[in-house]
Nanobody, 125 residues
Framework: VQLQASGGGLVQAGDSLRLSCAAS????????VGWFRQAPGREREYVAA????????YYADSVKGRFTISRDNTKNTIYLQMNGLKPEDTAVYYC???????????????????WGQGTQVTVSS
């Protein structure tokens, strides 16, 4: 599975962005696709995940109510709609795919076998 993340940019607090994660290869083997982020000097942090087949969605508490993960199976693309952005959302955002993960591991970066290259999101105050 190959993943290509895009859509990042520089925005002001309160603005919105939509990130895209285009998947190719053996996408049918994916159980979940997740979004993670990493700010300078901090560990990679879970943001959201979606069950690739059933479409169930899961969110970190820090983004619940502001971010929405979705998928378009016809385009093999996962989206992360980010509304009400805050300066603390500034980070490099990565999408990742897991093949053998289970629900309890969706929030763990260690469960994901395939990673995209990351896209920078910067939110100014």
């Amino acid at each position: 599975v190959q993943l290509q993340a895009s859509g990042g940019g520089l925005v002001q607090a309160g603005d919105s962005l939509r990130l895209s994660c285009a998947a190719s290869g053996r996408t049918s083997s994916s159980r979940a696709v997740g979004w993670f982020r990493q700010a300078p000097g901090r560990e990679r942090e879970y943001v959201a995940a979606i069950n690739y087949r059933a479409g169930y969605k899961y969110y970190a508490d820090s983004v619940k109510g502001r971010f929405t993960i979705s998928r378009d199976n016809t385009k093999n693309t996962i989206y992360l709609q980010m509304n009400g952005l805050k300066p603390e959302d500034t980070a490099v955002y990565y999408c990742a795919s897991c093949v053998s993960c289970i629900l309890s591991s969706f929030s763990s970066s260690a469960a994901y076998e395939y990673w995209g290259q990351g896209t920078q999101v910067t939110v100014s105050s």
